[in-house]
Every structure is written in C-alpha cells, then in structure tokens.
C-alpha cells in the first residue's frame, strides 16, 4: 500500500506529531482516527459510519490477556467521538455467538446478546454494526458512508463497477439491513476474496482496514480517492449533469428574501403534528440538482444508504411553486401548498399502510422533512436544529450519490420495503423511544430584543436552557458577539443565531425577523426586552429625551411585535409575546413623567393586541419588573444617578434601598425576569393571555388589582 499524502477528493490530516504523543495506546488512535474520518463529510455524515481498533488489554477475572475489540458505539459520532463514546467487547465471546445463531428471522434478538460480550462495563452501548467489524480479523477497521462510494454501491451496476475499477480488490456484498448475518457474509466475502483491501456494501457504504490505524486510514482515503477519481473521469460523457438545467436559480439576495419569505408557511405545514425547526440550504451542488430536468425522475426515488433516509424520509416533497411567484399573497401561496402536503402525507400514509408488519410501530409524522423549491432552494424541517441542518447534510450528500450514479451508471434506491423495514426496525424504535423527553421549549424559536446583555440576556439563556432556538440581538456589535460566542460554548452552534437589530428601524426590524425565518424556519415567543431608562424633572426633560424613550419602548414594542405577528400568522400555529413593562407603568413617582408614561403605553398596548391577537392564538402578556440593579443595563446613562437624587439617597445605596421599601425585602436580579418570562411560555399558560406579572418583591402601590 502506497503512502501517499496528496489526495485532491478526499482530506488527509494525519499528523506524525500528534500521533508521537499516541505512540502505543491503540484506542487513543482509534479515536485520532475516527476523529480525523467524521471531520470530512465527504467521507462520512453527523452520525454515520463506524470505526474500531483490536487491541490486547488484560481480562479483569482471569489477570490473562485477551483481545478486545473497542468499537463506536450506538448513536455516536465520529468527528466528535471520545473514548466514552465507543463499545468494548470481548472479540472470542463476540464470535462464539455464531454458534448460537438461528438465522436471520432471529436477528434482532442477537443484540442483546452483545452485552454478554463487553469488555469494559461502563462502555457505551454496542451498535448494530459491532458484528460487520467483530468477524473480520483486521486490527483496525474503517466502515464509511462516502459520496463517491455510495455513488458506486447505489449504480445499477454497481457490483460491476468496483469489480473493474479495483481489478477485484475490493469485495462486493449486496445490499442487506445492518446487523449480524450481514457481519458473516463480510467475513465470507473476505474468506472467498483473501487479500482484499475492502468491501462494497450495496447501495450502503465502504468497509475498509489496516493491521495499524494509519495503514487502515491511508487504505480509506486511497479507496474512497479512486472511487471520486473515476466519477469525475465520467462526468458529463452521458451528457449534462443531472439532464441539465432546466429551472433558472434566482440571484443569491433574491434567494433569500423568497426563502425567509415562505419559511414560516412551510414551517406551519410541516408542524401539523409537532413543532418543528427549520434550516435553509441553497448550495451550488443543491441547486445544480432542485433546478434540473431530472429532478421530477430523481426525487421520488428517495435515498439508497440507510443513514440518509433515516434522517430525510422516504423522499422528499418538491413545491410547484415558480420562483418568481409573489410570495406576499399569503393566503394563495397556502391554497397552492395545501394539497401538496395533503399528497405528500397521504403518499407516507400509504407507504406505512403497505410495507408495515403486524408489530410495527405505530406510523410516525407524515409530513416532510425535505422540501425542494426549485429555484430557490431545499427546506429541513425536524424536531429539533441540529436535527435538521444534519438532515440538510444527508440529503445533499444523497443529491452528491446520484450525481455520482447517473455519471457512471443510473442511480437505483432501495426497494420501498427494505427502506420500511429500515425505518420502521424495532431496533430503531427502540433506540427513540431512548430518547430522552424533550424540554418545555423544544421546537420553539425566540427572539428577545435587546438580548446582548443584562435582562434580555437572562431571558435568553433561560429560554435556551429550557430548549428553545434563540436569536441573540442589540444595536451593539461587540455585545451580540461576545453574548453568541458565550451562547454556543454553552449550547451548541445550533441553538443561537444572531442578528443586529434596532428596534428604532423598521428595516432592521424586518431584515431581523427574516435572518430569523432563515436561521430557524420562523419565530414562536417575541420578548420585547430592549429599553432605556431617563429620569428627569419635568423641566429638564427634554424633547428630545421623551422621542427617545418613545421611539425605543413604544414604537419599538410596536413594530417589533407587527413584524412578528406576520410571521405567526404565515405559521398559525400561535405564538407567544411578552412585554417586558415596569412597576412604573402603574406606580407614579418623581422624575419620572418620559419613562412612566412611556412605560404605561407600553402596557396598555400589550392589553390592546391580547384582544386583537387571540383569534390567532398568539398571546400577550406583560411582565412588571422593579429595580433590576445588577447586570441592568437601564442603570446606565445616568438613570441610578436620577433615581437617587429622586429618592434622596447615594447611588451605592439604591439596591438596599429598593429591597426595603418591597413586602418581601427582596433584591429583583435579570434571572427572577427571565423565570417570569418562562412561566407564560413554558406550557401551564396556554390559556392565558392579557397579563401582567409582577416580579418587583412586592409593592402594593403597584398591584393591578
């Protein structure tokens, strides 16, 4: 085998370096490796795939030797996997369970058998795929979902492409569900072909290995190079990629603005049953493949490799929709799109209905969760972000399959059985039913005004830890990004998104709610959090200052929830907005006469769009802080000065002096805020709408009733 390390397909990473400081420890290149493999989604998708190393380690009972076989293990991740995240067994126990193999109708009931097998207890749980590595003697083992690979294993030749192209060096096993007669029939293949360097697993993916990682590693990338260097030779011989283009995209600003425009229709189609998350792709391999002749041939066919129908469903469902359609008619883009769904849920209904068994689980949500609007771009949408960027991964990743198969040969996909019985695996089922229960907020989407820092951060993160999606906002660059970096450290990159957002700008107002519909699919709680806080006598107040304070709390509590009841009412599936008032709404005090009366306006809004806004099931509710000193960013400007001078105290004496004067004695934080905001979203509150909660540690002058 050659070691060569210029590769043009595929990336190599491996670093002698760092490999120095692993020098002896199998598993800790085991994990080097599967980390390098996961980092390249050519190679492999969020999920896909399986690596393992054999390794001597000593038998805790005996104080022996013996061979332990350490391997990803269910549900992980190769481009993050850590030792936690693999399996280790036992290799002669693994093995021996042949002997006790009735058959492959008894399939399932091998895998409770790998937990007699493991090594090492506090190992995670073994995959499926632990008996496709356990029969084959190599040292280390590489199992991959490469584009190019699969573009071979799913031609309708397949079998006689890899013979050709590798001289024989690469075996070939038809196509069979994962699992432990698949593992013997490798170990057959590679019985009948010694000296082989892999497996073809039809219309699945690539098995390939090494006696050491590197030499495993290096064999990968050199296979998966020649199976890319041979569609590339091909493409374009049968003519245009994909039959050519047949829909025109539109220019890149036009593509976003239609897709930020008709995100929350789509979202609230696909949301009928559950709410779900959306994500936007609109990249140049997508649309070579939405925009072409053969994508209506194509489409239907749906995926080949399981772990891309898994995540994106049978097929996809592709709008009729033209692109330079008027996405501002509401009301008729729904009439055009409503049978569409009806079709695409009455087609998965029948599928379930056709292929499912007498113990089948119950059938799933039958909406889509690939949309193609050609054009214009491909929609996600699935419980969660993650889940659906990675579904959006998958599916262009399967597009990158058929690419590679209509080049070389034509694209097959699995039989609608074979993918029922893959989707709809008990063994599956199982594993959801694992899950665990989602938060209060999964599947919504806010975005609270002012969220840079002090009580709308608060706000934010609170709603983040209850599983929303967050969109991270203010007029200040340097707050949003310190504020999202601090965000994804603590949740992830798909939970927080940002945007500038001034809530004095329409315009930006706008280009917020559809970086929002972009980010997200659509938006389900607006906090309107942004403020500022001035106080004077009324002769030193100025003009001036009463505009700002009006522009800020009035007209941008206005227009920010006009914006957004918009994209409730493109999803109608409700919503949820809170205002974030002030005692001072109720409570007249000195100095005060630009931010109480602004602050009552703001309040007696909240009461008028309650009324207007309840036939759409979006409600209203207003939340009344008091003296939120710490991390406030109203106590900037020279507010806590005002006060103080209103109140006839220091500065430094302010919060002793607020807590004194409440029922409770009680210091109001941003976190008591964000907990108010959360009881009126977090499901007790459905019904309730037209609120106003205190969180002010009690002060009677500053009861509603």
């Known amino acids: 085998m050659s070691t060569t390390k210029e590769f043009k397909h595929v990336s190599y990473l491996w670093d002698d370096a760092k490999v120095a400081e692993l020098a002896g420890d199998e598993v800790a290149l085991l994990i080097y490796r599967s980390n390098l493999l996961g980092a390249d989604l050519r190679l492999t998708n969020y999920g896909g795939g399986n690596t393992s190393c054999k390794a001597m380690a000593i038998d805790p009972l005996t104080g022996n030797e013996t061979e332990v076989m350490w391997v990803k293990g269910s549900g992980g991740d190769l481009g993050t996997l850590k030792k936690s995240g693999l399996a280790a067994l036992y290799v002669d126990r693994l093995r021996s369970l042949k002997n006790i193999y009735k058959g492959i109708e008894h399939e399932d009931e091998m895998v409770e058998l790998f937990n007699h097998c493991i090594y090492d207890l506090a190992s995670k749980a073994p995959s499926i795929d632990t008996p496709l590595h356990g029969f084959l003697p190599f040292k280390h083992i590489d199992h991959l979902h490469p584009d190019a690979a699969i573009a071979i294993a799913a031609a309708k030749d397949g079998k006689k492409i890899t013979q050709e192209l590798f001289g024989g060096a690469i075996g070939w096993v038809p196509w069979q569900r994962p699992g432990f007669d ?60 994909f039959g050519g283009e047949k829909v025109q ?72 929709l033209s692109t330079l359609e008027d996405l501002s008619d509401v009301a008729s ?40 609007y050609p054009g214009g771009g491909i929609f996600c949408f699935a419980k969660d972000k993650q889940t659906a960027r990675v579904a959006a991964e998958f599916y262009t990743n399967a597009i ?37 229960k989602p938060k209060p907020l999964s599947g919504s989407v806010a975005l609270v005004t002012g ?62 709610m559809d970086a929002t519909s972009l980010a997200f699919g659509g938006v389900d709680i607006i906090v309107n959090n942004a403020g500022i806080s001035i106080s004077k006598s009324i002769t030193d107040h100025s003009v001036e200052d009463w505009d700002k304070l009006y522009d800020i709390l009035v007209k941008g509590q206005f227009v920010v929830t006009k914006y957004a009841v918009e994209v409730m009412r493109k999803q109608d599936i409700g919503g949820d907005i809170i205002n974030i008032v002030s005692k001072n709404s109720i409570v007249a005090g000195p100095n005060n006469a630009g931010y109480g009366s602004a602050k009552a306006a703001q309040a007696h809004l909240s009461r008028l769009l309650a009324a207007e806004l309840g036939g759409d099931k979006i409600r209203v509710n207003s939340v009344n802080p008091d003296a939120v000193i710490a991390d406030s960013n109203i106590w900037a400007g020279g507010w806590a000065e005002g006060r103080a001078k209103a109140y006839g105290v220091k500065v430094e004496e302010l919060p002793t002096f607020y807590a004194k004067r409440t029922l409770m004695n009680e210091i109001i934080l941003p976190d ?3 907990n108010a905001c959360f009881a009126f979203v977090g499901g007790l509150l459905n019904k309730s709408t037209g609120n106003i909660l205190n969180v002010d540690g009690g002060v009677a002058a500053g009861f509603v009733r």
Not at 291 to 312: K, Q, V, Y
Not at 333 to 346: H, I, N, S
Not at 358 to 371: E, L, Q, T
Not at 469 to 496: H, P, Y
């Open 451 to 512: 969220s840079g820092g002090g009580i709308g951060k608060a706000i934010a993160k609170k709603l983040a830890q209850e599983g929303a999606c967050v969109v991270i906002n203010d007029v200040n660059i340097e707050r949003i990004n310190n504020t999202i970096n601090e965000f994804q450290a603590a949740f992830g990159k798909d939970i927080a998104a940002s945007v500038v957002l001034d809530v004095t700008n329409g315009e930006s107002i706008k280009s917020a």
């Open 182 to 241: 698949l593992g013997l029939q490798l170990k057959q293949c590679l019985d009948d072909n010694p000296g082989i360097r892999g497996i073809m697993l039809g219309s699945h993916g690539l098995f390939t290995w090494g006696d050491s990682a590197y030499e495993s590693y290096v064999n990968t990338l050199e296979v998966i190079e020649k199976c890319a260097e041979y569609i590339e030779q091909n493409s374009g011989k049968k003519g245009p990629v």
């Open 672 to 674: 008591d805020i964000a």
């Open 400 to 436: 990158n399959v058929m690419r590679g198969a209509e080049a070389i040969s034509e694209y097959t996909s699995l039989p609608r059985q074979e993918a029922f019985d893959i989707e709809y695996w008990l063994l599956e089922e199982a594993k959801l039913q694992r899950m665990p």
């Open 249 to 320: 995209s539109l220019s890149k600003e036009d593509r976003l603005k239609k897709a930020s425009a008709i995100a929350p229709v789509l979202r609230g189609f696909c949301s009928s049953n559950q709410k779900m998350i959306g994500h936007f792709t609109d990249d140049n391999s997508v649309m070579q493949f939405i925009n072409s002749h053969d994508l209506d041939r194509l489409a239907p066919l749906g995926t080949s490799c399981p772990d891309h129908f898994l995540r994106t469903k049978i097929s996809p469902l592709v709008l009729n």
């Open 333 to 372: 883009v729904k009439q055009k799109l409503q049978p569409l769904f009806e079709d695409y849920r009455k087609m998965y209904a029948d599928y379930y209905e056709t292929c499912k068994h007498p113990n089948s689980p119950a059938m799933r949500d039958a909406n889509p969760v690939v949309i193609i």
